[in-house]
């Protein structure tokens, strides 16, 4: 059974940084790319970041560019994401989900952790 466990959400203030984990089983973690999406409440769904598989590649959204850092540790089946500079508009539920190869979409996801930047 796959599972993604994303844990480090937390209230910050504007200007601080969390580290976000998400630790992955069921599955050959390092075959397949994975990301962060992020949810505002009562808004769509918000690509953040992408990583390939082995960490050779990264990709992000513009507004990401420069504060946000995704990293993996394929020995250990955890997915991360660096975030400084935090912005209250960066407040939302991050999820990591699992890359469905050649389609352009993620099959797996996690359950979440909450960010809230505010003072």
């Given at each position: 059974?796959?599972?993604?466990?994303?844990?480090?959400?937390?209230?910050?203030?504007?200007?601080?940084?969390?580290?976000?984990?998400?630790?992955?089983?069921?599955?050959?973690?390092?075959?397949?790319?994975?990301?962060?999406?992020?949810?505002?409440?009562?808004?769509?769904?918000?690509?953040?970041?992408?990583?390939?598989?082995?960490?050779?590649?990264?990709?992000?959204?513009e507004?990401?560019?420069?504060?946000?850092?995704?990293?993996?540790?394929?020995?250990?089946?955890?997915?991360?994401?660096?975030?400084?500079?935090?912005?209250s508009?960066?407040?939302?539920?991050?999820?990591?989900?699992?890359?469905?190869?050649?389609?352009?979409?993620?099959?797996?996801?996690?359950?979440?952790?909450?960010?809230?930047?505010?003072?």
């Amino acid at each position: 059974e796959v599972q993604l466990v994303e844990s480090g959400g937390g209230l910050v203030q504007p200007g601080g940084s969390l580290r976000l984990s998400c630790a992955a089983s069921g599955f050959t973690f390092d075959d397949y790319s994975m990301n962060w999406v992020r949810q505002v409440p009562g808004k769509g769904l918000e690509w953040v970041s992408g990583i390939s598989w082995n960490g050779g590649s990264t990709y992000y959204a513009e507004s990401m560019k420069g504060r946000f850092t995704i990293s993996r540790d394929n020995a250990k089946n955890t997915l991360y994401l660096q975030m400084n500079s935090l912005k209250s508009e960066d407040t939302a539920v991050y999820y990591c989900a699992k890359d469905l190869p050649g389609f352009g979409a993620y099959d797996y996801w996690g359950q979440g952790t909450q960010v809230t930047v505010s003072s």
